[in-house]
């Protein structure tokens, strides 16, 4: 390494033989990846250049799209390998250090939440779930039929009459939103909601009213597999979206401060 090099991490994992190995694999920039070694974990590093990848040109490239959606594939590819060997700690994007030593005082400071972390994460993946509203299902008959044009008075009850039915149609979602999650949690170690997705950055014309991720038991996997296709089947007024497996970014709170 040279004063114009960083350090990206990846992801941290338990020191020793690394699972499936990590030659072959490059980094974000092209690097190879190497391990830095502190308090019984390994992190998964490569070498960048801090010019590109520096706190600066990190705020700067971070605004660009394009490379802040080839940087993050990139990422999220070399910590899909490194899971696929065994439990893994994934660090977020551009979590960058200035040298090797720096990585090692991140692994001491914390080595209790990363062996916790590693614990809660054995032998389990992470899994998303998406569901989407039918409107057109849900929407009460008239609220969705137009009649012609109303009078004044019409005019304003149909809008109020409109309103209620959103505002029943809103409710409803919510609460099938939460049964939901709460019959996949049952067959989940854990469970974790995000907001939906805005309507605009969806790709589909559905509203979302459920964004979840759950934390699976891989031997168990088949049976939330099923789960979410069972609830599919049994609601006609929602969609359900299953992706995964997915390292566990969701059940993982290590955050490490880059410096």
């Known amino acids: 390494m040279t004063p114009d ?3 990206w991490v ?3 994992t338990t020191e020793g033989p690394f699972p499936g190995g990590i030659s072959g694999i490059r980094g974000v ?3 190879e990846l190497r391990t830095v070694t502190e308090s019984g974990f390994a992190a998964v590093v490569g070498t960048v250049r801090l010019d ?3 706190e600066e040109a990190l705020r700067r490239n971070l605004e660009d799209l394009d490379w802040l959606a080839e940087t993050a594939r990139r990422h999220d590819a070399v910590v899909a390998a490194i899971c696929a060997g065994g439990a893994t700690v994934p660090l977020r994007l551009a979590t960058v250090y200035f040298d090797d030593d720096r990585v090692r005082t991140m692994l001491r400071d914390n080595a209790q939440q990363l062996g916790e972390a590693l614990e809660q994460i054995t032998d389990r993946s992470e899994w998303g779930v998406r569901s989407y509203l039918d409107r057109a299902r849900t929407e009460p008959r008239d ?3 137009k009649t012609g044009r109303p009078s004044g ?3 304003l009850m149909q809008r109020r009459a409109q309103a209620a039915a959103r505002e029943e149609a809103e409710s409803a979602a919510g609460q099938r939103a939460d049964e939901i999650f709460a019959e996949l949690s049952r067959w989940a170690v854990a469970g974790a909601r995000q907001p939906p997705s805005p309507p605009d950055l ?3 014309r559905s509203q979302e009213i459920l964004n979840a991720s759950f934390l699976v038991d891989n031997e168990h996997h088949r049976e939330f597999v099923t789960a979410v296709e069972q609830l599919d089947t049994r609601f006609d007024d929602v969609e359900l979206v299953l992706t995964g497996p997915w390292p566990p970014y969701s059940f993982t709170s290590v955050e490490a401060s880059a410096r």
């Open 153 to 155: 008075t019409a005019y």
């Open 10 to 12: 990846y992801a941290v």
């Open 29 to 31: 920039a092209g690097e």
């Open 52 to 54: 590109t990848f520096g």
């Open 143 to 145: 609220a969705r039929e």
């Open 5 to 7: 090099d960083g350090v």
């Open 202 to 204: 969806s790709s589909r």
